[in-house]
């Protein structure tokens, strides 16, 4: 069946731009999760929303960072104001409650 | 809250070697442990998990790992590795009735050399 899908897979954008990166989870998924990944940091964790519940947003680094899930499928991350150190590869997953994650392959996002 | 630490950042081994992942983790309450592999321009996919029971688990392409509570470890091993074994691993901790989020390490690079 088909995966977590992410859209774009690059966007490049100019400092200081927003931007917004797509994510469609694998069908009948509850879960959503968004991570960071950037060279030598590891997967950061972003935000998180399961179900109908208020999102754990714990992880999102600052408030140009934001993040929407409609009608409990499509979820978009918007980054507002770009700065470069945003530069870093965005991972979409999701999962059944608490079954383990599968993941999309990620945007890549360059701030120039 | 839970932290996880992966104690080799790059691992080189030639082909054939045994190898060791380790990953050591932090938490205040009881944890699922997990351990995902990213080949070369490819997404993160399960190599295997704990949840429960023998703490010894086994997971694709050889891969094991042993949970062990008392050392808070979860260390990844493989008897005899290949060239298709490069990659990067990453350990991940959840916490009981917390939730799905993982919290991952920051990675291991395998660099698996003829």
């Known amino acids: 069946g088909a995966g977590v899908s992410q859209s774009p897979s690059n966007k490049v954008t100019e400092k200081g731009k927003d931007v917004e990166l797509r994510c469609d989870p694998i069908s009948g998924h509850t879960a959503l999760y968004w991570y960071r990944q950037s060279l030598g940091q590891g997967l950061e964790f972003l935000i998180y929303?399961?179900?109908?519940?208020?999102?754990?947003k714990s992880g999102l680094p600052s408030d140009r960072f934001s993040a929407e899930r409609t009608g409990g499928s499509v979820s978009t991350l918007t980054i507002q104001r770009t700065q470069q150190e945003d530069s870093a590869v965005y991972l979409c997953?999701?999962?059944?409650?608490?079954?383990?994650?599968?993941f999309g392959n990620g945007t890549r996002l360059t701030v120039t | 809250a839970q932290s996880v630490t992966q104690l080799d950042s790059q691992v080189p081994v030639f082909e054939e070697a045994p190898v060791e992942l380790r990953c050591n983790y932090s938490s205040s309450v009881s944890v699922y442990l997990f351990w995902y592999v990213q080949y070369p321009n490819q997404g993160l996919q399960l190599l295997l998990k704990?949840?429960?029971?023998?703490?010894l688990v086994k997971g694709i392409n050889g891969f094991e790992a042993e949970f062990n509570k008392s050392q808070t470890s979860f260390h990844l091993r493989k008897p005899s590795v290949h060239i298709s074994d490069t990659a990067e691993y990453f350990c991940a901790v959840r916490g009981y009735n917390q939730g799905g989020k993982l919290i991952f390490g920051q990675g291991t690079e395998l660099s698996v050399k003829p």
């Open positions: 929303f399961q179900g109908n519940s208020a999102p754990d």
């Open positions: 997953a999701s999962s059944l409650r608490e079954s383990p994650l599968h």
């Open positions: 704990y949840l429960s029971g023998s703490t």
